[in-house]
């Protein structure tokens, strides 16, 4: 309560029984203005929370630091690993300025014996061995590639070169037949003045009077071959293998092409052959005009 001077309505002033520091009662603005403060409880097992996080952080931290020394000490290590070696390191296999060669192992041993050629004569069936004899190379099947290797019978093929197109004429010679079959010989002279060789297969084909192609081209017959040296005036021969009017036939050729063997370029000759059953196939070139083998 606010006590003036002039007012003695209440007695001499710091007088009566009131609270405050004169025993004045308290004042009621200053509960207003000031009230009591009441704190509030900590919360059931807020302690124990904060404890299992400052572990976790701690824990954290912990692991952080130990993946970085290590990271540190590797790093280290691998650099003085690096300073230590001084370019004595030892290369494995040649520069790559140095050629590699591969050789091929030697074969030994006795060579396989080659198939028997059959082929039946008018009179008859009778089996004749392949020509060459022992030490000769097997002859290639169809898509097949083989270089076979002079076996020193006085060949001469080692200075005598490849017979080309323009030096052979091809034409049609004799013939054979039987059981079914039909067999006629493919006859090449050389009318060149200089000798040449023949090796393996020709290829070979028929055509109609237009020159167009019928039916495929000639498959070759397993035989085995050796190079065929030409002098000029020489021939050399292989054998037409047909069948005799059996099955489907296609008409008859009024002209055949042949390249001759390692030749791009072809030779036209007028000759009939006719395509049975779908048989059409070629020997390899022997020495002389009847065939191989020979007749």
């Known amino acids: 309560m606010t006590v003036f001077p002039d007012d003695h309505r209440d007695g001499d002033l710091?007088?009566?029984?009131?609270?405050?520091?004169?025993?004045?009662a308290p004042d009621p603005l200053e509960q207003l203005l000031r009230p009591q403060v009441e704190f509030l409880a900590v919360p059931s097992g807020a302690f124990e929370q904060i404890r299992r996080r400052a572990a976790r952080r701690r824990r954290v931290r912990a692991a952080v630091g130990g993946g970085t020394a290590v990271a540190v000490a590797a790093g280290a290590l691998y650099l003085a690993g690096s300073l230590s070696s001084g370019g004595a390191d030892e290369e494995v296999g040649p520069p790559a300025s140095h050629a590699r060669t591969t050789s091929a192992p030697a074969t030994t041993g006795t060579p396989a014996p080659q198939p028997s050629t059959t082929r039946p004569t008018a009179g008859g069936h009778t089996s004749r061995p392949p020509a060459g004899g022992p030490g000769t190379t097997a002859g290639p099947t169809k898509g097949s590639t083989v270089t076979p290797t002079p076996t020193g019978t006085g060949t001469g093929t080692g200075t005598t070169?490849?017979?080309?197109?323009?030096?052979?004429?091809?034409?049609?010679?004799?013939?054979?037949?039987?059981?079914?079959?039909?067999?006629?010989?493919?006859v090449v002279t050389n009318h060149s003045a200089t000798a040449c060789h023949l090796t393996g297969y020709p290829g070979l084909s028929v055509l109609d009077a237009n020159g167009r192609q019928i039916g495929q081209p000639a498959t070759r017959e397993p035989s085995s071959y050796q190079p065929v040296v030409l002098q000029p005036g020489d021939a050399a021969s292989d054998t037409i293998h047909t069948a005799n009017q059996m099955g489907t036939c296609l008409p008859e050729s009024a002209k055949l092409r042949i390249y001759p063997p390692g030749s791009r370029a072809s030779l036209v000759f007028a000759g009939q052959i006719t395509i049975c059953n779908d048989e059409f196939a070629i020997t390899p070139f022997a020495p002389g005009t009847t065939g191989n083998p020979p007749s």
């Open 161 to 186: 070169p490849m017979c080309t197109a323009d030096q052979l004429t091809p034409s049609l010679g004799g013939s054979d037949a039987g059981a079914g079959n039909l067999y006629r010989y493919l």
């Open 14 to 24: 710091g007088g009566g029984t009131g609270g405050g520091a004169g025993g004045e």
